[in-house]
């Protein structure tokens, strides 16, 4: 998605900009831009596809003068991906420029009544309109003024503001997407996320919702809509600067794979004491947790895949009923929750709009919330009544991985505590439950040491058009996660299927040589599985299966397998989806596809 960065101190900012931006590049764009302001006027520069031809056109940011300026990647909504259509965007007189992640919903009317006012428009952006109403309303106060114009823009943004008369300040303001601070010595900077500016500075403000920060070379001053000053505390970011960077690695999104252990490990290991599961996180009464009737969860994409993979294993343990939501549906099905409904959130960005909304509804119709989120102190954590943090780390490559990984850990950790809290699970099953936790990071390592014959299957199909990935039960949520995981980064049609509901009208699709990878990790319907091996097999298709090591059924049924170690049935998925992950990430890099960037994908979806 989008990416902002700001710079104000004593070096040339053009440089310091451009090197921002590439430390944005993986969150998905299209265009890219700068502005400065030279202390008399400001100065855009921008192009439309990669960053390296805004580069190009300004010598890494060389050519354009001036210790301040503001840029950004731009992901197309509003307005084709294009130079005009790139940020900054100008105000008509050149007066005010603005760089904007978001959307304004109500743009047009905006657009239409400032058009009635004589003003001229030069993009199809939703962003221009910002610029433009700086200029109409501005009133001789920049703070004041950009506290007029909020309440007028319906939608969510993060902004970052210059005005050609101010060479001392940028305004940041946001409402829905992130933004933060990075303090320096006699230098401040402006990002939308982390990464830009961790080779700079750690120390950082995180800006809440409705707050305007005015940062000057020596001063960040943070004000509330009323213009009161809030005090903001700063935040230390821990993580170093090798988690951002690849290490040696082609792409983010192998380094990622193989830092699953870890991400595993860290994930729970602070939470296991003495041989129980500690979720201090939650403060849930026991007489709560006892009171929930159901479990409600939201989530997008993958995220919402280890929903679907949560909803088999909760109802296993706790024998509650779960319902898995897609998040961008939830808020509009006027769904069934209350006070009786605990609801789970889980989002690694913990920005995705849609999963933000779902909760804000679960929330205002009196349920619980306990958000699964990755990134400290992102809205999502912060909103939540509870949140586990999964600390997978910074997860760069837009397909996720070790964020999916954490995730599913954290589920196990809360079906384990719930179910020993519910009185569902005895004693010999809980220390069984924890000691196969504790195994996972060593068994996705064996996993991990397979990846060369893996590389060797994916070469031997990459060049197949449609695949069909089925399982039962648990493996059927995880089918889900590896068919989008195929096809987001690969761009091979691909579709999950509930192996037996395959011949209810699908099968029609299968011909002589269509991959259907088969899994089949859940011993209990292992033979049906591979019943639909044989089915699909008759039809022409070539079977991938990835099933347990002890599974000669599968190993007899299927042309080639996969075979993954044991682990209690709930723990499975943490196996059984990395070789799916390193499957599709080979199968994309034999495509040549640019894997840690997809097309048309952003890494936090931002907006609705
Ligand atoms: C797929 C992927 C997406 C995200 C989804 C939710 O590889 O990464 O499907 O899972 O956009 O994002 P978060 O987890 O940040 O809410």
């Not at 001392?168 to 996320?193: M, Q, T, W």
């Not at 305007?212 to 009323?226: G, N, P």
Request: glycine content about 6%; charged content about 25%; hydrophobic content about 40%.
């Amino acid at each position: 998605m989008c990416g902002i960065v700001g710079y104000i101190g004593d070096h040339q900012a053009g440089p310091v900009l451009v090197q921002s931006l590439e430390k944005l590049e993986y969150r998905g764009y299209d265009s890219a831009g700068v502005c400065t302001n030279d202390g008399q006027k400001l100065i855009v520069e921008k192009e439309k596809g990669k960053l390296k031809e805004l580069k190009k056109a300004t010598d890494d940011g060389k050519k354009v003068q001036g210790t301040v300026g503001i840029g950004h990647t731009r992901w197309a909504t509003h307005g084709e991906p294009s130079k005009i259509n790139a940020h900054p965007h100008l105000s008509s007189s050149g007066s005010f420029a603005v760089v904007h992640n978001g959307i304004i919903e109500n743009y047009m009317e905006l657009k239409h009544e400032l058009s009635a006012n004589g003003i001229s428009f030069h993009s199809s952006t939703d962003t221009e309109v910002i610029a433009q109403l700086l200029e109409y309303h501005y009133n001789g106060d920049l703070v004041d003024t950009v506290i007029k114009i909020m309440p007028l823009l319906k939608g969510s943004y993060a902004l970052g503001i210059m005005y050609r008369e101010a060479p001392d300040k940028i305004i940041a303001v946001r409402k829905g997407s992130p933004l933060i601070i990075g303090i320096g010595e006699n230098e401040n900077y402006l990002a939308s996320d982390v990464p830009a500016i961790l080779d700079k500075t750690r120390k950082i403000y995180r800006l809440a919702a409705n707050e305007i920060a005015v940062i000057k070379r020596d001063s960040i001053t943070v004000y509330d809509t009323d213009k009161n000053v809030v005090e903001k505390s700063a935040e230390t970011i821990e993580w170093s600067m090798d988690a951002a960077e690849k290490d040696g690695y082609e792409h983010f999104m192998l380094k990622e794979i193989m830092e699953q252990p870890k991400a595993v490990y860290n994930t729970i290991i602070e939470r296991i004491k003495d041989g129980r599961v500690v979720l201090d996180e939650i403060h849930l009464t026991a007489e709560q947790i006892k009171s929930f009737e159901k479990i409600n969860i939201v989530a997008c994409g993958s995220a919402y895949h280890v929903g679907v993979v949560a909803k088999y294993i909760f109802e296993k343990i706790l024998r509650k009923p779960v319902e898995v939501n897609v998040a961008s549906e939830f808020k509009y099905s006027d769904p069934i929750v209350d006070e009786k409904t605990l609801t789970i959130v889980i989002s690694q960005s913990g920005e995705t709009a849609d999963t933000k909304e779902a909760m804000y509804e679960a929330q205002r119709k009196g349920s619980y919330t306990i958000a699964v989120v990755n990134v400290v102190g992102s809205a999502i954590a912060v909103e939540a009544n509870d949140v586990i943090y999964t600390l997978a780390g910074p997860e760069i490559a837009v397909a996720t991985t070790k964020a999916y990984s954490a995730q599913l850990a954290v589920i196990y950790m809360l079906a384990i505590y719930f179910g020993d809290i519910l009185g569902k699970i005895n004693q010999e099953d809980y220390r069984n439950y924890v000691s196969e936790l504790l195994a996972l990071p060593e068994k996705i390592k064996l996993i991990l040491n397979k990846a060369e014959d893996i590389k060797n299957t994916a070469s031997k199909l990459f060049a197949r058009k449609d695949v069909f990935f089925i399982g039962r039960n648990i493996d059927y949520a995880l089918s889900l996660e590896g068919s989008l995981k195929l096809k987001e980064i690969s761009y091979i049609h691909s579709e999950a299927y509930a192996a037996g509901e395959l011949k209810h009208g699908t099968i029609s699709l299968i011909e002589k040589g269509t991959l259907v990878i088969a899994l089949t990790t859940y011993e209990d319907l292992h033979e049906k599985t591979c019943s639909n091996i044989k089915e699909v097999q008759s039809r022409g298709a070539y079977v991938l299966g990835i099933g347990c090591e002890n599974m000669q059924l599968l190993v007899r049924s299927a042309d080639s397998t996969i075979l993954i170690p044991k682990t209690c049935d709930i723990m499975l998925p943490s196996l059984a989806v990395v070789p799916m992950q390193i499957l599709a990430y080979y199968i994309a890099r034999f495509k040549g596809c640019e894997i840690d960037t997809p097309r048309n994908l952003a890494k936090s979806v931002t907006v609705e």
